[in-house]
């Protein structure tokens, strides 16, 4: 069975930094483009950032560009959300995705309901 768990949420201060993980499992990787997305109390889904297996291209959501940076390992079957620079307004749950699907990132991230998804982790950013 195929799942997605994710790991490295908590709570930091302001400025600092987290690396959030996403262990998938089946080789979703060779044959899904991946997200992740943030959900906090009140407010709607936000996708914070994807790639596309497609064109190769990457998308990040403005509220977060030049402080989070995807990657992901084929050895290892992860992917990974480096969150710098962190704000109260990051405050969240962090949760990734997998898209049956080739188009640009982007698009995917803003119109492609996922595959699959994981449970979830816990973000807090609060001094």
């Known amino acids: 069975q195929v799942q997605l768990v994710e790991s490295g949420g908590g709570l930091v201060q302001p400025g600092e930094s987290l690396r959030l993980s996403c262990k998938t499992s089946g080789n979703i990787l060779f044959y899904y483009s991946m997200g992740w997305f943030r959900q906090a109390p009140g407010k709607e889904r936000e996708g914070v950032s994807g790639?596309?297996?497609?064109?190769?291209?990457?998308y990040y959501a403005d509220s977060v560009k030049g402080r989070f940076a995807i990657s992901r390992d084929m050895e290892t079957d992860t992917v990974y959300l480096e969150m710098n620079s962190l704000k109260p307004e990051d405050t969240a749950l962090y949760y990734c995705a997998a898209f049956e699907s080739r188009l640009g990132a982007r698009e995917i991230m803003a119109t492609i309901e996922p595959r699959l998804r994981g449970q979830g982790t816990q973000v807090t950013v609060s001094s």
């Open positions: 790639y596309s297996i497609g064109d190769g291209s990457v």
